[in-house]
Nanobody
């Protein structure tokens, strides 16, 4: 089962962008659907982006039009870029990988993104 470690969080100015990376180890991401979720304080974790093994992208409404989820299977990495951030985007962002049709799924430990001036 793959292990995931996110990086790239921090303080972002309103209107700015986040660029998160997720490094995988222990297995190849080739056969995993990958994606990102976030947990806003006081709310349930929500899945905001997924990218299938066939590179089909899906985004939740909160991310649609301003997020790009990408993967580099050769480097075993996943990326999330999201633009035009507002304070409502402040959250812990988690990388996720799963093998569709199985119970195999992994989450990273999360990286905090705070949008504030």
């Amino acid at each position: 089962q793959v292990q995931l470690v996110e990086s790239g969080g921090g303080l972002v100015q309103p209107g700015g962008s986040l660029k998160l990376s997720c490094a995988a180890s222990g297995d190849s991401l080739d056969r995993y659907e990958v994606g990102w979720s976030r947990r806003i304080p006081g709310k349930e974790r929500e899945l905001i982006a997924t990218l299938t093994t066939f590179h089909f992208e899906h985004y939740a409404q909160v991310a649609k039009g301003r997020a790009t989820n990408s993967r580099d299977n050769a480097k075993n990495m996943v990326f999330l870029q999201m633009n035009n951030l507002g304070p409502e985007d402040s959250a812990i962002y988690y990388c996720r990988a799963r093998i569709v049709g199985t119970s195999v799924r992994s989450w990273g430990q999360g990286t905090q993104v705070t949008v504030s001036s």
